[in-house]
């Protein structure tokens, strides 16, 4: 059995396994900062956004159950600028 997991606990206190979801969108880019942000579907069916407050160090800080629609039709309203 894999031990490696990927549970978050969300904005609402709510812990959601999201080892086998699948990203719907995301930016990844380092280095970390507000536009990170990542869009994941569960088998179950759940929807997280996963975001990053500013930490430049890790890379998604917070996590939010939204819903199908929002999740489908996400815009990230902050983008990497080069210095």
Do not use: W
Request: glycine residues 4%.
């Amino acid at each position: 059995m894999d031990k490696s997991r990927y549970i978050v606990t969300t904005t609402n206190g709510r812990q959601v396994d999201l080892t086998q979801a699948q990203i719907l969108r995301s930016n990844n880019l380092y280095p970390f900062g507000q536009h990170n942000y990542a869009i994941y579907e569960t088998p179950e069916g759940i929807f997280v956004k996963a975001m990053n407050s500013g930490e430049r160090e890790i890379m998604l800080t917070s996590y939010e159950l939204i819903d199908e629609q929002e999740a489908r039709h996400y815009n990230h309203p902050y983008f990497r600028t080069d210095n």
